[in-house]
């Protein structure tokens, strides 16, 4: 039996926006431990940027799909998953490589071990941006360092979705938390998230800490490069600096002498979803934020498929957007439950 095609969006060569095309393929049946499920929207990130670009974790191989996370149902199951039937609401977490698993498409194979059910009253956008940033943020608070209530905790470039939903993690873990972005456009929104103090710029050790009340105990940073330095000297001794991510663009150096003793370290949300004992925990956590209301879906902007490759494009020249308000970006597939 011939599959149907299905709308997908890939790239034949490295570059900007500008390489993403629409193609209709065959999708292959799912394999042993892999689910098809039809896609209903995808949460956007910024790894995806990079991949496209060719400057990601994982070189592509052309032509290359994308996307690791989404929202959707499953269609079917391969031999020996157990446990998911076709019907099944489920949301896609980043677990494996968007070499094997893309997801911006209509339908997807993906593996089992990267599906979550999904939580009741969540639309399909909400349900698409829930999962990487509180896995992540769980994972640089609760597993690489276990913040306690009344901790301090500095979050750099706070106005994207893992900087959104730290703030909801500390609110939610009575944390004092202080939310680092490039101007005040958007401190009422990251106030209402859980900010204690938005400071702008790239504010010195001392405003850090006179902002926390203290030494930071945590600091989330985005960015790299050598404000890392700054942020080490912010904090107290036996504090620690993750770093997420590298918006900075610039190399992150060990600093050097004169600062208390910090642990610094980089952080992976495969770290989490790698593990099923510690995703099992992850999810809990999550699942008790949801339902007690502390923690929620932060959707920023809604493109769609339907609207064609500029869409996509625009999707993700948004992603490297200093305009992006707190939150995700998700691009819908044109099916249900908006």
């Not at 890939?10 to 394999?31: C, K, M, N, S, Y």
């Not at 499920?37 to 191989?61: C, K, M, Q, W």
């Not at 620690?240 to 992150?252: D, K, N, R, Y």
Request: aromatic share 4%; proline share 8%; glycine share 12%.
């Amino acid at each position: 039996m011939t599959s149907p095609l299905v709308r997908t969006v890939r790239f034949h060569a490295t570059g900007g926006p500008e390489v993403l095309r629409i193609e209709r393929l065959p999708l292959r049946d799912p394999g042993p431990g892999e689910v098809r499920i039809r896609v209903h929207a995808v949460g956007l990130n910024r790894s995806e940027v990079n991949f496209r670009r060719g400057t990601y974790l994982d070189a592509p191989v052309l032509p290359a799909g994308l996307g690791s996370e989404c929202s959707g149902t499953v269609l079917g199951t391969g031999p020996g998953v157990t446990g998911w039937a076709p019907g099944d609401e489920v949301c896609v977490i980043p677990a494996s490589s968007q070499n094997e698993h893309p997801v911006y498409a209509d339908e997807a194979v993906v593996p089992v071990r990267s599906l979550l059910a999904r939580p009741p009253g969540l639309d399909d956008d909400g349900a698409a941006a829930l999962w990487m940033p509180l896995l992540t943020v769980w994972g640089m608070t609760r597993h690489a360092v276990r913040l306690r209530e009344g901790d301090r905790l500095v979050v750099t470039a706070a106005a994207n979705s893992i900087g959104a939903a730290a703030l909801q993690v500390a609110r939610h873990l009575g944390v004092h938390a202080v939310a680092v972005v490039p101007d005040d456009r958007h401190a009422a929104v990251l106030r209402s998230a859980g900010a204690a103090e938005v400071l702008t710029g790239a504010p010195d050790a001392e405003t850090l800490r006179s902002a926390l009340g203290g030494g930071a105990d945590l600091v989330l940073d985005a960015e790299g490069g050598p404000g890392v330095a700054r942020l080490v000297r912010a904090c107290a001794p036996g504090g620690a600096v993750i770093v997420h991510g590298g918006l900075s663009g610039e190399p992150t150096p060990l600093p050097a002498a004169g600062y208390a003793p910090v642990w610094l370290r980089r952080f992976h949300v495969r770290e989490v979803t790698g593990v099923a004992a510690v995703l099992a925990r992850a999810e809990a956590f999550a699942r008790a934020g949801l339902a007690a209301g502390t923690l929620t879906p932060l959707v920023e902007r809604v493109f769609d498929l339907d609207d064609g490759v500029a869409a996509v494009a625009a999707a993700h020249a948004h992603l490297e957007s200093p305009d992006r308000a707190p939150g995700k970006p998700v691009l819908r597939t044109g099916q249900r439950n908006r």
